[in-house]
């Protein structure tokens, strides 16, 4: 049963090097994209302060978990489960759901390089340019979001060829302090804007009575997972590189996860203001980024150059995660289906591309999948994940032999009361809060969808992890 | 803005910015003295004193557990290190 752990593997480099991949997965569109339009959907304060609870509460814990399940069983998703003693169905639920996510995270992708192009050639600069003209374009054009789309996964295909130290940990240390630098002055240059002030108290003062509305918890949980990666499978994945003398519970639990975090909210001061300041509407959706940011560089001094940078950290930040998060889906099927990592690539993402054309082509359809997978399979496979770990290996069990084992930061007993019940109830409630809500509210149909959708994806991962479980006990019988 | 936004701007940076900086410097700090003790003596024990006691506690609980070889190699890893003299990792 030990032996999977003295198994070899592929190990990182160096431990910044873990740290900036972690992050650098972490840190793309969940924190530019996409806190600071659900900030604006939700009403501003209320969803920074559910967001920031459900990080502590929910991620942190369950990414410490996550990591130390693929340190422990040194295998991807399908595997690891499997190994934990779990159905094999969890772990595809879980490649399913990041697969998913990665067919309309890939068409974003597209949305930067869009933009990247538009800082290239110094667009925001020219008088006839207006933000909301430049993002209507995009979207009446097909061919464009076609070919964003096919240059964003080609883009990320490649550092997928050299394997997981190499390519993701050689980029990070490039990309992610490059990055951090450019959101750091646009976000300084944005909160001196006129009516920049709107945009903070936006941002950070509360309407209490939004708290007692499901929607903003179910968007905050999603985000809060969708940001930190948790139940996507990356943390599991990446953590299965990790050597037995790696921090797991400071280093990829706390830091990953309000390090991740603090970057989506220097993202959230750098657009809300801005959003303020230029009469956007904060509650344009997905969007919203596209429709501020190019607003404020002609604004800068060395303007076309910061827009560059900016758009450039943007367009990697975005790409480290794809690539990164991708490696979830190559991982398994590599495992499972037996074939080199060239070909699960190739596979995985020609099937990312396809799959993703209908997202690529409707920013509606976009939206649709990222309520389906974002609100509903991704708490999901967390809590599938949460449940394999907490009662099926056993929390206490995991602590003792592999959380605290090399560990920064002592993690007690409330660890396992985190995992067996905290989280589970806070899933579990704040699921079936918001399909409660949207049956008596105005949006039975909507709930209806969600649950549906989510019976299939059930059925499918459950139908093919069993078919796969039976396979492996074919194996080694 | 509001005195309630302020007090809220002023949780949320040290909740995130104040935590995310703590945890970096001292995971790279604990880490980067974890790497000089591997590379001067050989070894480092890899268990705190409480992480020890809780996986000694459990290995006594639960003796024919199928991980429980796993445990005792750990637990005679940290103890075999720390009989040995060489400096700790944990005491430090």
Known sequence: MSDAYHEPREEWASRLGFLLAMLGAMVGLGNIWRFPYLTGLHGGGAFVLAYVV??????????????????????????AFRRLGGHSGVGVLVALATFGLMTY??????????????????????????????????????????????LAVLLAAIPLYYGVSRGIERASLVMVPLFFAALVVVAGRALTLPAAEAGLAYMFTPEWGQLADPAVWVAALGQALFSTGLGWGIALTLGSYLGAADDIPLGAGVFTAVGNTSIGVLAGLAVLPTVFAFGVDPASGPELVFLALPQIFPEMAGGYLWSLVFF??????????????????????????????????????????LLGLPSALSTDFSGLMDF?????????????????????????????????????????????????????????????????????????????????????????????????????????? | MTVTGWIMLSLVLALLWGVAGWSLVRTMGEEGRKARLLHRHGSVDRLSPRALADLEAWLAEHPEDPYADLARERVAETRDHRASGRPCFYDG
């Open chain 1, 105 to 150: 995270y890939f068409p974003v992708i597209g949305w930067v390089i869009y933009y990247f192009g538009h800082a290239v050639a110094g667009t925001f600069f020219q008088e006839a340019f207006t933000a909301e003209a430049a993002w209507e374009a995009f979207k009446a054009d097909p061919q464009l979001k076609l070919g964003t789309h096919t």
């Open chain 1, 372 to 477: 389906l997978f974002g609100n509903w399979a991704l708490p999901a496979a967390t809590l599938a994940s949460m449940l394999v770990l907490g009662w099926r290996f056993g929390a206490r069990r995991m602590r003792v032999l592999d959380v605290n084992y090399s560990a920064d930061l002592y993690v007690g007993p409330w660890w396992e009361t985190a995992i067996r019940y905290v989280l589970p109830v806070i899933l579990i409630f704040l699921l079936a809060w918001f399909t409660w809500d949207a049956f008596a509210g105005d949006n039975p149909l909507q709930a209806l969808g969600g649950l549906g959708f989510l019976a299939g994806l059930l059925v499918v991962a459950f139908g093919l992890g069993g078919i796969l479980g039976g396979r492996a006990e074919e194996e080694t019988s």
């Open chain 1, 54 to 79: 459900l990080l502590y509460v929910v991620a942190v814990p369950g990414l410490m978990g996550e990591t130390a399940m693929g340190r422990f069983t040194r295998a991807a998703t399908v595997g």
């Open chain 1, 312 to 353: 450039v950290g943007f367009l990697f930040a975005a790409l480290t995660s794809g690539f990164a998060i991708t490696e979830v889906p190559v991982a398994a099927y590599r495992e499972e289906a037996g074939v080199s990592r060239e070909r699960a690539v190739v596979m995985v993402m020609a099937a990312i591309w």
